[in-house]
């Protein structure tokens, strides 16, 4: 039987039940920091690393110096960040304090907490000053935003003249045979995992079901340019499990 897939302008939620995804969004994160880094290993055999570590390359060419994560998660990508880039700030924003607070952890074992600071806020309502940051980042997190055009105009907002944005998010493979094995394990087995191993039974259902609400590919481009953005451009990865977004203010 197949979910009830929802479209962006009736979002899909993790719990189907009251109250706003953003809220449920953030309790379901909430709920899973714990084991999150080592279920993103396991689930994905590693390969999320490589993912982030491309993305990130995509900054290469203008070194950027103050930089924003939008949900940051346990900052993997602000630590990855510095190690490619060496900027002077980074800031990393999440919705869930423990997952910021993995994180806090993770950027202190490694003496880096005078670069990131991890900040608890609202992506579609960042608090920052327009034209603040060189470059702003999301992984794996603008298919959780409630508002999407929201989530991209305050990123642009911030961002100043000529700065970049990447995202990277989960798309959806096109190629046969694979794509339909990939959907097998992403809708079948992953959720099943993700229930034994996760304090969270609904946590990874949402996941597939985020995924194929969201609006990958030239889509998304054009989402990103209704909202502000130039230059924009996608780069498949991994047969197009996931792809990374690139544009410019």
Known sequence: MQPNIKNMSEPVKPYYQEGSK???????????????DLLNRLLSAGIDVYWRKKAIAKLKSKQPKVILDVATGTGDVAIEMVKQLKPDKIVGLDLANEMLEVGRKKIKKRELDQIIEMVQGDSENLPFQDNTFDAVTVAFGVRNFENLEQGLSEMHRVLKPGGQVVVLEFSKPKMPPFKQLYNFYFKNILP?????????????SYLYESVQAFPDGVRFEKILEKTGFKCTHTTALTLGICSIYYAEK
Do not use: L
């Open 192 to 204: 099943v995992v993700g229930r034994i191993t996760s304090k969270d039974p609904k946590a990874y």
């Open 22 to 36: 953003k809220e449920q969004v953030g309790k379901m994160f909430d709920n899973i920091a714990p084991n999150y």
